[in-house]
């Protein structure tokens, strides 16, 4: 797997429980050569470490944020829209752009994320090769053609 | 009753009045009448003694002249002058004597007169005529010498004398000398003139016939006056009849005292006459011509007789009359008192019923009814109010009786007078009221108090109406009680429904999350299958990663549509004012533009405005139009319609196609979910939309229904509520 170890510099946090959907992300990534800096949390709470240096990211390089997170809302522990809430909520980090990365369609759900802050709502297609579009486009998207403040 | 004529009662007072006036009118006119004739006759038979005065006064006059005319003659009667010489000297030459002989004798004979007698200067007798009369009385012997020494003609008044005893008149004639130098006289001739031959006569004679009228010579002799001539009605009057000029009433008196012209008076006779006084000229005689009253009104008096008859009977006439109008009016006045009194007992048999209709309906009340005048007296009340009152305070009300005195507790006294004072003022007051320190056994009541108005607009009382309210409260806090009750059990469920609701939405999330996951998974790692391992499978494995993948994708979207009707049973309505042909447009413009290339004609109409879930209203017009196009694809050419019609007030929108249809008998299967009449071959679908427009137009309150034949197209109807719902019912 091409995921980076925990504490060289992240470019895509992937943040999944379901270890499916987490592979079949990668793919997409990795047929448009993204997935070398990718680093997949797959909870809440992991995400959470991550982006305060806790436990096993107590080392992690400061200097550079990740420069996308795709966030399922659905997650053990520590919901989807938890993160997103603390993320946004925090002014060191609320500029790394966070995509939601859903299979449900919920309208509350997007309502609650677009007020907190979210950069962009997908829903996961349930056809494959839609589901590997959405995914190149949002991995060439982000990497390659967005930009962030420094 | 409304307001009469007072007709009154006429009064015989009234009548004998008029009466009275009418018969003094026609008494006054009557004798206005008669003395108009009365003055009449008296100027008549003034005109007439006027002319009889005037005409003997004349005469008298006349008659003087003629006497002092013979005097005169005489006087001038030189023949006369010598004769007389000749007979003093004593000659007697028989021719002067025989002269004046005949002389005297022809003035005796010819011209009336008495007596006369030739006199000398001693007054004594030379001759006379008639012969034998040899004396001279005073007073002619007085006026003998006068007559001489003055040396003219003297005329006496009337008088008598011892020598002729009868009235007469002495005419004394100086005989003059004869000569140049001297015509003194020196003889006289006395002419006694007797009025009994000539000037009675005259006097006494009247030129029209009269029984009664007479004429009167007087004179003035110191206080008293003198007839000189005879009376027609006494005798030997004539210089012996005086009277005192004190009764002026006497027209001979007020002849003395020289009154001229007419007079109305009593004659010496004490009779009344109508006269007509002339002083005779050349005289201090006075001639009263006269007649009786009695002569000259007696024709009058049948006049007045039939003056006094035709007043009678216009009296009389009048009093008939009187007594005839006063006998109509009569009865006139005790026809309207009858009438009067028949009406006012009507009256008072209307009042009698009123008043029992009234008291009878007093009575059936159980409400306590009562009445007040202005001064809180007791005008009317049932035994209602007759009871209550004995129950709270043991008194017992009564008529006239002031409502304050029943009441025994100050409090109640002051917010009656209050209720009641209000009333008065001509407000209609309505208040409740309570007694009773317990709940349980508390007595709720409602009084009305009623001003009662007269005709006039004016209050005159209260009436007041005392509703039990007990039963009512007891009710309505048992109600209240029950409310509570349920609205603590709606609380209850509804919490219970929320909780079901929240575990409903969980479950859907999950089931949209968890469900779809797997299914993503077995869609892509059949596609990755294929993918990677393509070249090792053969046509018929390649065949079933096919169905694989394709029943992968059917059942997302079973799932996608179960959640979207789940969501629509869940989501709030919010209802708002909503352009139904402007949503019906865009939904059309938005569909038809997914079929492209197809000839479809449509028709939108002018569709009314409604209220509704904007959002939720648009998926039925999404869900409407979509099949309607699904339906018609086949179509060569396919007609839409959307449009409504009005039905008993109530707006019914449609879409209306030439598609497909569907055979009616499987009606009862058309809203249900998953439900087709269509199989997958034909048109694709899961059978949820028209579901989720049933449930919408279910939760608005409103209808959905169809019609169809197959082949012929169908027809899809929807009516919502118009007026605006205050909360749109949650399922």
Known sequence: MGTTNNLSAVDILIVEDNPKDAELTLRALRKNNLANNVLIAEDGEEALDFFFYRNKYKGRCPDSPPKVVLLDLKLPKVSGLEVLREVKSNSKIKNIPVVVVTSSREEPDMIEAYNMGVNSYVVKPVDFEQFMNAMSSLGLYWLLVNDTPR | ?731
């Open chain 2, 1 to 731: 009753m409304g307001k009469k004529y007072r007709f009154k009662k006429p009064r015989n007072i009234t009548f004998i009045s008029i009466w009275f006036f009418y018969s003094l009118i026609v008494i006054a006119g009557g004798i206005f009448y008669y003395s108009y004739l009365q003055n009449e006759a008296d100027e008549k038979v003034n005109e007439e003694l006027s002319a009889v005065a005037d005409l003997k006064a004349g005469q008298i006059e006349r008659w003087m002249k003629e006497r002092v005319g013979d005097g005169h003659l005489l006087m001038k009667n030189k023949m006369v002058s010598e004769a007389v010489d000749d007979l003093i000297s004593g000659k007697h030459s028989g021719y002067f004597t025989d002269y004046l002989r005949s002389l005297m004798e022809a003035y005796r004979v010819s011209y009336e007169y008495r007596i006369l007698r030739l006199a000398d200067s001693q007054i004594r007798i030379l001759m006379a005529s008639p012969s034998g009369d040899s004396l001279i009385g005073n007073p002619a012997g007085r006026d003998v010498a006068k007559a001489i020494s003055e040396n003219r003609l003297i005329i006496s008044d009337f008088h008598s004398s011892p020598v002729i005893p009868y009235p007469h008149i002495d005419m004394v004639v100086p005989i003059r000398r004869n000569k140049e130098v001297d015509t003194s006289a020196f003889a006289a001739m006395v002419f006694v003139i007797s009025p009994q031959e000539t000037l009675y006569p005259l006097i006494e004679s009247w030129p029209t016939p009269s029984k009664t009228s007479e004429t009167l010579l007087v004179r003035r002799e110191g206080d008293s006056v003198l007839f000189l001539n005879e009376l027609r009605h006494f005798k030997e009057t004539a210089l012996k009849l005086r009277l005192p000029l004190t009764d002026k009433s006497i027209p001979a008196v007020r002849a003395a005292l020289g009154f001229e012209g007419s007079f109305k008076g009593k004659d010496y006779r004490g009779v009344p006459v109508i006269t007509n006084i002339r002083r005779i000229k050349g005289t201090n005689w006075y001639m009263v011509a006269k007649v009786d009253s009695h002569e000259i009104y007696t024709p009058l008096r049948f006049q007045a007789g039939a003056i006094i008859i035709i007043c009678l009977l216009l009296i009389v006439a009048a009093g008939f009359a009187t007594g005839y109008l006063r006998r109509n009016l009569e009865t006139r006045y005790y026809q309207l008192q009858y009438e009067t009194e028949k009406e006012r007992a009507a009256a008072e048999t209307r009042y009698r019923e009123q008043y029992n209709i009234l008291r009878g309906l007093n009575e059936s009340s159980e409400m306590p009814i009562f009445s007040l005048d202005r001064n809180y007296r007791y005008t009317s009340f049932n035994s209602a109010h007759a009871n209550t009152m004995k129950k709270i305070y043991d008194t017992s009300p009564d008529l006239g009786v002031s409502i304050f005195d029943c009441m025994t507790n100050e409090s109640d006294r002051e917010l009656a007078k209050k209720n009641i004072d209000r009333a008065l003022a001509g407000e209609k007051v309505v208040e409740e009221a309570f007694s009773g320190e317990q709940e349980l056994q508390r007595i709720y009541f409602e009084e009305t108090h009623n001003p009662i108005v007269n005709d006039s607009n004016e209050v005159v009382g209260v009436a007041v109406v005392v509703r039990d309210l007990t039963r009512r409260k007891q009710m309505e806090n048992e109600l209240r009680r029950m409310n509570d009750i349920l609205e603590e059990k709606v609380k209850e469920r509804t919490s219970q429904l929320e909780a079901a609701n929240r575990e409903l939405e969980a479950f859907s999330y999950s089931v949209s999350h968890d469900l779809r996951a797997p299914l993503r998974a077995i869609h892509s790692f059949t596609s990755i299958l294929r993918e990677d391992y393509g070249n090792r499978l053969n046509e018929e494995g390649l065949r079933i990663c096919d169905i694989i993948e394709s029943s992968s994708v059917h059942l997302g979207q079973l799932i996608d549509d179960l959640l979207a009707f789940s969501r629509v049973g869940r989501a709030t309505m919010k209802p708002v004012r909503i352009d139904m042909e402007a949503i019906a447009g865009s939904v059309y413009n938005e569909l038809l533009s997914g079929s492209e290339g197809r000839d479809v004609k449509i028709n939108i109409m002018k569709l009314p405005r409604t209220w509704g879930d904007a959002t939720t209203i648009r998926l039925v017009w999404t869900n409407l139009i979509s099949n309607a196009l699904k339906y018609t694809s086949k179509n060569t050419n396919t007609e839409i319609t959307i449009g409504y019609e009005q039905h008993k007030g109530e707006t019914i929108y449609y879409v209306k196609d030439n598609g497909v249809g569907f055979d009616m008998k499987y009606y009862h299967k058309l809203f249900g979910v998953f439900q087709r009449l269509h199989s997958q071959k034909e048109f694709e679908g899961n059978g949820v939309g028209l579901a989720i427009v049933y449930r919408i137009i279910s939760r608005h309150g409103g209808k959905v229904w169809a019609e169809s034949k197959p082949g012929e197209g169908s027809v899809f109807f929807f009516s919502l509520p118009s007026v605006k719902p205050n909360e749109v019912e949650q399922e």
